[in-house]
């Protein structure tokens, strides 16, 4: 079966710009979290969502960051006004928790550059 | 927070042996062990439970003490596909990884 995807890609922005980051999970996961990996850096928690519901937002840098997941399915997350630290890799994963099995499998990831 | 990982960095030829190491500060719930290649996503490789359950890749195999706060990835007759950044990353009762400060691991012929 197909695995998470992410679009776009690559993303450029000129800083001041808002910019919005797909991700499509897999089917039927009711875990989506999001994660920003700088360059040489491991990734770091941003929000995580179970099914609609946004469970924890205690990782997001600041209020330019907002994410959502309004179906439970797709999630989306938007970044206002954006800067030049706001430059990273933004990956996404689902996840299917199964008693204490908390699998999480990542997508390609949408690299930012922030001009 | 973060939890950290010794070494920084391996090489090895084909066929040596190695052992990635993580210690956490915090109590942990579950650790969960992935590769990530350049440019590419991080890979599952592995996630073990307080109590000793596991789960993952055949050829990788991992412990977790739970006293100490550490689990130890031990990858053994390395494949030039095993090269790549090797991250840990611990599970607290929230559902939420901390990822570690990762181990670049280069496997020459």
């Known amino acids: 079966g197909a695995g998470v995807s992410q679009s776009p890609r690559y993303k450029v922005a000129k800083r001041g710009q808002d910019v919005a980051l797909r991700c499509d999970p897999i089917?039927?996961?009711?875990?989506l979290f999001w994660y920003q990996q700088a360059l040489g850096q491991g990734p770091e928690f941003l929000t995580y969502?179970?099914?609609?519901?946004?469970?924890?937002k205690s990782g997001l840098p600041s209020d330019r960051f907002f994410a959502e997941r309004p179906e439970g399915s797709v999630s989306t997350l938007k970044i206002q006004r954006t800067q030049q630290e706001d430059s990273a890799v933004y990956l996404c994963?689902?996840?299917?928790?199964?008693?204490?099995?908390?699998?999480?499998?990542f997508g390609p990831g949408t690299r930012l550059t922030v001009l | 927070q973060q939890p950290v990982q010794s070494p920084q960095a391996v090489i090895l030829r084909e066929g040596e042996d190695a052992v990635i190491n993580c210690s956490s500060s915090?109590?942990?719930?579950?650790v969960h062990w992935y590769r990530q290649k350049h440019g590419e996503a991080p890979v599952f490789l592995m996630i073990?439970?307080?109590?000793?359950e596991q789960k993952g890749h055949d050829k990788i195999s991992a412990s977790f003490n739970e006293k100490k706060q550490q689990s130890s990835l031990y990858l053994t007759a390395s494949q030039l596909s095993y090269s790549g950044t090797y991250f840990c990353?611990?599970?607290?009762?929230?559902?939420?990884?901390?990822f570690g400060t990762g181990t670049r691991l280069q496997v020459f012929p």
């Open positions: 089917s039927g996961h009711v875990s």
């Open positions: 994963a689902s996840g299917l928790k199964t008693g204490n099995w908390n699998e999480q499998f």
């Open positions: 073990l439970l307080k109590g000793g």
């Open positions: 969502f179970q099914n609609e519901a946004q469970l924890d």
């Open positions: 915090k109590a942990l719930y579950s």
């Open positions: 990353g611990t599970e607290y009762p929230t559902d939420k990884l901390i």
